[in-house]
């Protein structure tokens, strides 16, 4: 399912979760906020017997999820690529994440979240001062598009799990 959004959000800030086995490929700087969690590769780094169980809950191998997000939102190698970054959450792993692209040039740009699995991912976008962040985004096994737009350099995402374990990909382009 592909749904897009009309009306231009003025910064996609992810409410509040983390990413497990979280990757990415920026072109520019970007930080974030993790909980030790299987990594894309699936060797384990502190992983709980808890996450190992929802790990096995997921729509597909914790390794393939790198490999989906190329196909279910535009990648690297996309014309007009800029930043992007996937990976699952789950309560017992990470339920929120925050990422930021400090250097994000001020602009419009076309987003992309998606998101397969039984929980739903709540999606909210914010400059890196964390002023006022879009209307949040919730994502329920579908393909959302939308349009940010940030008046200074960066952005922050955010994203809040709510329910069973769920992977991820989020990708943002430039608006031609």
């Given at each position: 399912?592909?749904?897009?959004?009309?009306?231009?959000?003025?910064?996609?800030?992810?409410?509040?979760?983390?990413?497990?086995?979280?990757?990415?490929?920026?072109?520019?700087?970007?930080?974030?906020?993790?909980?030790?969690?299987?990594?894309?590769?699936?060797?384990?780094?502190?992983?709980?017997?808890?996450?190992?169980?929802?790990?096995?809950?997921?729509?597909?191998?914790?390794?393939?999820?790198?490999?989906w997000a190329?196909?279910?939102?535009?990648?690297?190698?996309?014309?007009?690529?800029?930043?992007?970054?996937?990976?699952?959450?789950?309560?017992?792993?990470?339920?929120?994440?925050?990422?930021?692209?400090?250097?994000?040039?001020?602009?419009?740009?076309?987003?992309?979240?998606?998101?397969?699995?039984?929980?739903?991912?709540?999606?909210?976008?914010?400059?890196?001062?964390?002023?006022?962040?879009?209307?949040?985004?919730?994502?329920?096994?579908?393909?959302?598009?939308?349009?940010?737009?940030?008046?200074?350099?960066?952005?922050?995402?955010?994203?809040a799990l709510?329910?069973?374990?769920?992977?991820?990909a989020i990708?943002?382009?430039?608006?031609?």
């Amino acid at each position: 399912m592909f749904r897009k959004r009309a009306a231009t959000i003025g910064l996609v800030l992810m409410a509040g979760i983390a990413l497990a086995g979280c990757t990415g490929e920026p072109s520019g700087s970007t930080t974030g906020s993790t909980s030790p969690s299987p990594s894309p590769s699936g060797s384990a780094s502190t992983a709980t017997p808890d996450a190992d169980s929802d790990e096995a809950q997921l729509p597909l191998p914790v390794d393939e999820i790198a490999e989906w997000a190329q196909t279910a939102v535009p990648g690297s190698d996309s014309p007009g690529y800029v930043f992007g970054f996937s990976g699952w959450m789950s309560e017992n792993s990470s339920a929120n994440d925050v990422t930021s692209f400090t250097s994000l040039e001020p602009g419009t740009y076309q987003a992309q979240f998606a998101c397969r699995g039984e929980g739903t991912i709540v999606l909210a976008v914010s400059e890196l001062d964390e002023g006022s962040p879009s209307e949040p985004i919730a994502c329920t096994n579908e393909t959302i598009a939308f349009d940010v737009t940030n008046a200074r350099t960066g952005v922050r995402f955010e994203l809040a799990l709510d329910g069973a374990p769920t992977i991820n990909a989020i990708s943002l382009v430039t608006v031609p």
